[in-house]
């Protein structure tokens, strides 16, 4: 596997992605896209850039943050990690599948944001990155709303909710897409629930 940024791509400071048929762009662990090429994967990946797709136009709207992405190129070999293979024999696992299979068991695994097919709950898109409306996709839930949604008898007390929109106004995010719970503010401040614990008992927020 080759791991580059979306800005090495657009200052052509890569050029050899031979061997190499599937691309998967993320954040971090937030997973925006795989896609696949029989051609040049560099090329296909710059086509998104140029018309543009939907992950081309994502990339323009968080610009240039957006080019600090990651951009993973697979070999088809790195992909057997995702391809549930079936056993032929007791204990000799079947080996065969080609890149359409692994597209699709990498797509099913990762749940990108932009992905439609053989995706069926794609990731929401955190309220952290433009291009929720140009994009039609949905919004991650916001502190209040995912908090109230999984809530045990305590976080429903009127004390409670006040504390959660007071976090929500001062631009707090509950965010669970990176299969974490973390608590994210606009400044780049992460806190885990367990350091948010003290603050959500004393009613205070963790920048006051």
Not at 65 to 83: G, I, M, N, P, R
Request: proline share 5%.
């Amino acid at each position: 596997m080759i791991t580059v940024t979306v800005g090495t791509i657009l200052a052509k400071n890569i050029t050899d992605t031979l061997g190499h048929l599937i691309y998967v762009v993320r954040d971090e662990q937030l997973i925006f896209y795989v896609g696949q090429s029989r051609r040049d994967v560099l090329t296909r990946f710059g086509e998104h850039l140029q018309k543009p797709s939907r992950l081309g136009q994502l990339i323009g709207l968080n610009a240039p943050a957006s080019h600090e992405w990651a951009v993973d190129f697979y070999a088809l070999a790195d992909c057997a990690v995702f391809v549930r293979q079936k056993s032929l024999f007791a204990l000799q696992a079947w080996q065969h599948f080609d890149m359409d299979m692994a597209e699709q068991a990498m797509i099913q695994a990762m749940r990108p944001v932009l992905n439609l097919d053989f995706n069926e709950k794609p990731t929401p898109l955190p309220l952290r990155y433009r291009g929720h409306a140009a994009l039609s996709l949905a919004k991650a839930e916001t502190a209040v709303s995912a908090l109230l949604s999984t809530a045990v008898p305590s976080t429903t007390s009127p004390q409670d909710r006040i504390w959660l929109n007071r976090m929500s106004l001062q631009g707090w995010e509950f965010d669970q897409t990176s299969g974490r719970s973390l608590w994210r503010h606009p400044s780049g401040k992460t806190l885990t629930e367990a350091e948010m614990a003290k603050y959500r008992q004393a009613g205070k927020l963790p920048n006051s």
